[in-house]
């Protein structure tokens, strides 16, 4: 944590959203984001814009028929 | 010279069935991973039709080379490793390597800052309002070195340690790819949000 506690918490909050983080680094982040709403309202921010990239992105449609594809083109170059 | 005698031969007729069976096991196995590379191969190429070719290009490669997965290991890694291999083969023909930008000098709130300027809804409702489509161009502008990486752990969900094994990076060329790759995704979200303003 640097002094400022508050870019403390900017600079690692994406690693306390990969849990990457220390036992010991998250109870300082978590303490903080429980007086901090100025921090919290940001860490929401983050936490959603995370989940709706991941939402978005993990709904694409995988086509139909992809995986006997897949073993019909594989079958066809066996051996080449 | 002597025949070789009937038992070596049973022998080794066990082990090509055993071998086979094997890679039986192995190719329905890697199998189950195909609706993650095929997203994975969506994000990096941007085209369902590349996707689905990339994502049979891997297992062609990878029952080709089943030999070289050793068992009880990342199976997933290991395949995404040869989609990425393919990815890169495919872009080298096309010639579209990336350029490196820098995203460093934006802060960690650079969107949820340039939503606050332009006022009107709260920042979580702008996430909501942004569609599919916005979030899913706004990806594909990220420079595709930090694209991989923010595909591979925010997508694929893969360990930092295991995106380092598939790029063949260090775990800290991975995190500041990831960093920068984050920055950058903001900056397009931001110029997207602000495009479609309330």
Partial sequence: MTLDPCLGVESQLQSYLDRQLTAGEVTLIERHLGSCAYCRERYHFEAKLRDTVKTVCCGDPVPDGLVERVRLHCRGHAGA | ?198
């Fill in chain 2, 1 to 198: 010279m002597a025949d070789p005698s009937p038992e070596t031969d049973q022998h080794s007729a066990s082990d090509r069935a055993a071998e086979a069976r094997d890679r039986v096991h192995f190719e329905e196995e890697a199998l189950t991973h195909a609706d993650q590379l095929y997203r994975i191969a969506l994000r990096l190429s941007g085209s369902p039709q590349t996707a689905e070719e990339l994502v049979q290009e891997t297992y062609l490669r990878a029952f080709r080379g089943w030999r070289g997965y050793r068992p009880g290991s990342n199976l997933a890694a290991w395949l995404a490793t040869i989609l990425r291999n393919a990815f890169l083969d495919e872009a080298r023909k096309q010639s579209r390597r990336p350029a490196q930008e820098s995203y460093e000098d934006t802060s960690e709130y650079y969107l949820y800052n340039q939503l606050a300027e332009s006022g009107g809804e709260p920042q979580e409702a702008v996430l909501n309002r942004l569609a599919g489509s916005a979030i899913v161009d706004s990806l594909a502008d990220v420079p595709p070195a930090f694209r991989e990486v923010l595909v591979l752990v925010d997508i694929g969900e893969f360990s930092y340690q295991d995106a380092a094994d598939i790029l063949g990076v260090p775990i800290g060329t991975v995190m500041s790819r990831l960093h920068r790759g984050r920055r950058a995704l903001k900056q397009s979200l931001a110029a997207r949000a602000a495009e479609g303003g309330p």
